[in-house]
């Protein structure tokens, strides 16, 4: 990334990022990750927040098409919104270094055309806009890129925009996005031999404008040109009445898919074409018959007549303007109502024609969207697929179905016939109102999805059982995710166990207890780790440790560090000792500057007062409990272990009494809560103060309820390990 010029900047998730850009912050690309959740929502958040930057949406390979699909779908993505396939980081640095020039590029053409609108018009140019105010046509110069120089006061005035702001502004930008690119291509092709015979006609605000112009220089010889504005909006209404009725007579070919209606003012039928029969029923000599019975015949399909006849009444009461609304069928069907007024050359109102448009398709089609897009969510909210799978099966009731069951290959409940078919071949049944789909994915078959629509007498077709079909292979998807996270949960919980002692060793007038909770879903084997081991005749080694990381890594450079330990204790006297060795062994068996902290206390109940000797490395002290209700932190805190190789490690000795209690713990303790909410040794001291009389096991317990802050079900920002002794027990 440096090589290309390019500095990075991370966010904790796609909502963090969002935040930051609505605070007024600009990156040239916004790269969102795989691990982004619902990406396309991202992408149109960022875009709509800076429409000059650049969004790049990573996708894994094998996600590609649908993810490629979605963003095309997506509304208001028109910008510079990309996929990009993560094959390798070269070609990744590659298209976010040219994603971040194509925004820089637009950043400097955005302060370019500021710059020009603030910069004042030139003298020629006012001049020019002074001589020619009193034309009855607008007159407006342009640049050689098709900015505004300067207009005169009638051009000001059919626009509607004072000249101050528009200068510097491309001129196409004035007019109607569909005209602009056109009004551009006539600007540049303008040529120097005079004004043109014909003009174009542009729209702006509902108004039309017919510009022509000519070539011409400006700013000491700069090439620039003239246009010429004539507002010809009344000209092009007469115009487009003329149209209008020749359209009428063209609206009665059978082949139109719109249902077209023309009705006079007092209400009777001029046209009516075959569509509008095939759709309602009805036809214009019904209608010319008897009005009430045709108009009853169509209110008796609607689901609402009230509305579909309070339509009618708005249009009829307007003396203009246009009427929209979409009609909901007792069959189903959704028909879309527009209408509006037809005059005469003269401008006078002489009736109304009425389109109606079958949109059922559509409208099914966005519903199924929805319905996929809300089913997506509910799959992805949990890991658990049997509780995303009962909530699926709760949309799609009543929406698709009266009744949905879902059936699971390797369940325990017993699978109906059908089912066990369909699970059997992998392939869909459509039995009328029942359909059955598979849920695979890549050939395998995870179960089977039996939607039934008998009471509210829904007929399936093909349609359904693709949109099924779908919501099947998402489901399946979601069902393999499931199992995939599962395995990794206990491949990690294996492993993580294999680095703790299997049990507690018995020994005599010492009770023990030991905790270990790991942060997050326990997906990655975390670095705490305790060992409690027999030293010599009544003397024992209590080690708890914290190694830098997590997964692999960390899990060999704990195995490594617990052996350390058990095998320096052989030998060496004092903790002290033990650290030493521990040091000199990671600096000479690892190279990937990956540290460890320690506390290593040695505890020698052979005597008449038990001894403890404590020595810690970059590790928080243990603390002490004395029967008396006192405490304290004990120990010498040294250096890192894993990280100076002349490092030397203090011991502390200390006599014990029964009845003492003595809490090793990592880190995960105090930043369990992090950083909302963390504690401090002197936090843990008065916590362990209030656990006097209790045991082992229950002090134990009380040290993580008050890091969790009393509320068990949350889960630790870092992993938790405790060890507890209490002597006299």
């Known amino acids: 990334m440096e090589q290309a010029g390019l500095v990075v900047e991370r966010a904790a998730d796609a909502d963090a990022a969002i935040a930051r850009v609505e605070q007024g912050e600009q990156f040239d690309v916004v790269l969102l990750a795989p691990q982004v959740t619902d990406p396309v929502r991202a992408a149109q958040r960022m875009h709509s927040l800076d429409r000059l930057g650049a969004v790049l949406v990573l996708s894994e390979a094998d996600g590609e098409a649908e993810l490629r699909h979605a963003l095309m779908k997506a509304p208001f993505l028109a910008g510079d919104v990309s996929l990009v396939v993560a094959r390798d980081a070269e070609s990744l640095v590659e298209e ?112 039309s404008f017919e510009l022509t112009g000519a070539r011409f220089a400006i700013r000491s010889g700069e ?33 139109s898919m719109v249902g077209i209606a023309v009705i006079t003012l007092d209400g009777a039928v001029e046209r009516m074409n075959r569509r509008w029969t095939q759709m309602w029923g009805v036809d214009a000599e019904m209608i010319r018959r008897d009005r009430a019975a045709a108009t009853q015949a169509m209110l008796d399909q609607v689901v609402d007549p ?61 519903e199924a969207l929805r319905f996929l897009s809300d089913a997506t969510n509910l799959l992805s909210s949990s890991l658990d697929y049997a509780t995303a799978l009962q909530r699926v099966a709760e949309l799609a009731v009543p929406r698709i179905a009266d009744r949905c069951v879902i059936d699971i290959a390797d369940a325990d ?42 009471e509210s007498c829904r007929v399936y077709d093909e349609d359904d059982v693709t949109l099924a079909e779908e919501l099947a292979r998402r489901a399946a998807i979601a069902i393999d995710n499931s199992r995939v996270h599962a395995e990794l949960r206990d491949v990690a919980r294996t492993l993580q166990e294999s680095l703790l002692p299997p049990h507690l060793p018995a020994v005599r007038n010492l009770e023990l207890a030991a905790r270990f909770r790991p942060a997050g879903p326990g997906m990655q084997v975390g670095g705490d780790f305790y060992d409690i081991f027999e030293t010599g005749p009544e003397q024992w080694g209590i080690a708890l440790g914290d190694v830098c990381g997590k997964g692999a890594d960390a899990a060999a450079l704990t195995a490594l560090t617990r052996y350390t330990v058990r095998a320096a204790a052989m030998y060496e006297q004092g903790p002290d000792g033990v650290l030493r060795v521990l040091n000199e062994a990671l600096l000479r068996q690892r190279s990937d500057f990956r540290f460890t902290t320690l506390v290593y206390c040695v505890l020698d109940l052979a005597g008449d007062r038990p001894e403890l000797r404590v020595a810690c490395g970059g590790h928080p002290r243990p603390l002490l409990l004395r029967p008396d209700g006192t405490t304290q932190a004990i120990g010498v805190i040294g250096p890192l272990l894993g990280v100076l190789p002349d490092a030397t490690f203090g011991e502390q000795r200390l006599q014990l009494d029964e009845g003492d209690v003595l809490a090793l713990y990592t880190d995960g303790l105090t930043d369990a809560l992090a950083p909302a909410h963390m504690l401090s040794e002197d936090d843990l001291l008065a916590t362990l103060a209030a656990c006097r009389g209790l045991t082992a096991g229950e002090v134990s317990q009380r040290l993580e309820q008050v890091a969790l802050g009393g509320d068990a079900t949350r889960v630790p920002r870092d992993d938790i390990a405790l060890v507890v002794a209490k002597l006299g027990a």
């Open 96 to 207: 976010i270094a040219a994603a971040a020039a194509r925004t820089q590029g637009r950043r400097e053409a955005a302060a370019a055309r500021k710059k020009r609108r603030e910069t004042p018009p030139p003298l020629s140019a006012r001049y020019l806009g002074t001589l020619l105010d009193s034309a009855p046509i607008g007159l407006v110069t342009l640049d050689q890129g098709g900015g505004v120089v300067g207009w005169n006061k009638r051009a000001g005035e059919m626009l509607a925009v004072p000249e101050v702001e528009a200068l510097g502004l491309r001129f196409a930008e004035l007019f109607e996005a569909s005209d602009r690119e056109r009004l551009s291509v006539l600007i540049a092709n303008l040529g120097t031999a005079g004004l043109g015979d014909e003009g174009q006609v542009f729209e702006r605000k509902g108004q």
């Open 223 to 255: 090439e620039g040109a003239l246009v010429i504005l004539q507002d010809v909006t009344k000209r092009l209404t007469a115009e487009r009445e003329l149209e209008l009725q020749r359209a009428l007579m063209a609206a009665q070919a059978d082949s």
């Open 306 to 366: 009230d509305a579909f006849l309070a339509g009618t009444t708005q249009l009829a009461k307007s003396s203009g303007g246009e009427f929209r609304d979409e009609v909901a069928l007792k069959d189903g069907r959704t028909i879309e109502r527009y209408a509006t007024h037809v005059r005469d050359e003269s401008g006078e109102l002489i009736g109304r024609i009425w389109f109606h448009t079958d949109i059922s398709e559509h409208r099914r089609e966005e």
């Open 413 to 454: 409940a017993p699978v109906s016939e059908a089912a066990a078919g369909v699970i059997l071949t992998g392939t869909s049944q459509l039995l009328g109102a029942t359909m059955i789909v598979p849920i695979k994915i890549r050939g395998t078959v995870f179960g089977a999805i039996t939607f039934t629509g008998r």
